[in-house]
């Protein structure tokens, strides 16, 4: 692992945008491309429709004012302070900042551990575009890279959302081949693991597919006597067991499930039969009841990555041309001969439906999750394909619109559900009087369109306001 670390950090570090901390950028550089739309000590928001992020329909003609960073006003208009600096809000929506919960900040191209794993520095740049101003990253093989460049967004030198960095824990019979050096083999590696990147700034963990009884109990007693919370992409331990151990998340729902495959043996990973298990699953058969039961009954979160589903099953309508210019000629390269491959298919092949009834069969359990009281979350599993980051994201609240959630609750789920399950809904997730001023400046109406979430004009983090646009062209042609 060496040898690819130093090639990543290198990377890293090479690559870096000359971005200076928010309150030092020089406006006329081409290198920054004026970023800051404004960075005034007061700002005020004029006759805005407001969606709050709870889940209540918009209020319009709305006063917004921040100052020193936090939302000091919103409601009625008011005398404006004389040193403030003014928007006009009349053509836009304004929403809470996302909060995103299954992101990455690699990209993969190419098949060696050193592709797979490279940090893409633009990914922070795109996330904040779209309007992500906090994300969870949810497992990667590359920790000291993505820890990185949270210091260089926390300081100020890259422009970014809020990260909360995950490590990645994966058992000693990997499924993935590239996670082979990662493997660990005892319980008292995943304490000295959880140890050692706990003291060096990570705040989360993932546990991922091979990880074993014994080893998934101890990550979820060490991590959450830190104040960590985990993550589960499983297979070796079922999603019951996992509830049983107090796991706090499982991603992407069906597909941290094993527990439907016939005859699962304890503590293996039965992955030739596992996709088979969730396209021929009944939602509403007694055993996936009972299992919904148990995570709502055990406060654990699901986070939804329909777009990464559908991302396997050949859509017709992949958002694929803005993704595009993010890319690099190779990685648009790759991209191509999978939307070639796809267009080549006269009938859709065994894989493709396969997926499709898998993507169906999620939705349904999503549908139901929420419906029983369970917590959703969103995410874009943005690391491959035409899953970029930002433009992923946008996918993502789009799916779940189409699996049958009103635009109102989607933005919820992407707003102050996350940040509730981040313990961080006191200062984030929604907009309220006092709380941190990250929010979005949206052009339409996506708590009725929710695809007018592609129109973010305007991203205030910590009361700075950022160019959407320019973020973009400041990013294009790198992730790859």
Known sequence: MIPALMILLVAVMSSMPQILPAQQVDRSSADTGDLITTDAEVIVIRNVRLVDGTGAPAMGAQTIVIRNGRLEHIGDSINIPPE????????????????????????VVGVQTAELYLTQPTSPSLYMAAGVTTLRTVGSGATYADLITKS??????????????????????????????????????VSREIGYWAHRGATSVKAFWALEEQQLQVAIKEAHKRGMKVAGHLCAVTAAKAADLGIDS????????????????????????????????????????????????????VT??????????????????????????????????????????SEPTERTLKWRAILRNEMAFERAFVAAGGMLLAGSDAEE??????????????????????????????????????????EIGTLEEGKRADLILVRGRPDENISDIRNVIVVFKNGI??????????????IG
Not at 87 to 98: H, M, Y
Not at 280 to 294: F, T
Not at 465 to 478: C, F, H, N, P
């Open 304 to 345: 939804s990555t329909l777009a990464a589903y559908a991302s396997n099953a050949c859509p017709s309508d992949r958002p694929v041309k803005a993704a595009f210019e993010a890319l690099t000629p190779r990685a648009r390269t790759v991209l191509q001969a999978s939307l070639d491959a796809c267009r080549q298919e």
């Open 385 to 426: 394909r035409e899953l970029v980051p930002g433009y992923a994201d946008h996918w993502q609240l789009e799916m779940m619109v189409d699996a049958g959630f009103t635009p109102l609750q989607t933005i919820k789920f992407a707003t102050s559900n996350g940040a509730s399950f981040l313990n961080r809904l006191a």
């Open 250 to 301: 499982l991603e992407h729902g069906l597909m941290s499930m094993s527990d439907f495959v016939v005859n699962k043996q304890p503590d293996i990973c039965p992955s030739v039969a596992l996709s088979d298990s969730w396209m021929n699953l009944d939602i509403q058969a007694p055993d996936v009841q009972r299992m919904i039961a148990k995570l709502v009954d055990g406060k654990v979160a």
């Open 84 to 107: 403030a600096a003014v928007i006009d809000g009349s053509e836009f929506t304004a929403l809470p900042g996302l909060v995103m919960m299954h992101e990455h900040m690699n990209y």
């Open 152 to 189: 260089l967004v926390d300081e100020g030198h890259w422009i970014g959302p809020d990260m909360d960095v995950s490590i990645l824990l994966e058992g000693p019979n990997p499924s993935f081949p590239d996670l082979a050096p990662l493997a660990l083999r005892t319980p008292a590696d």
């Open 465 to 478: 306001g950022y160019d959407a646009v320019k973020l973009i062209e400041s990013a294009q042609g790198t």
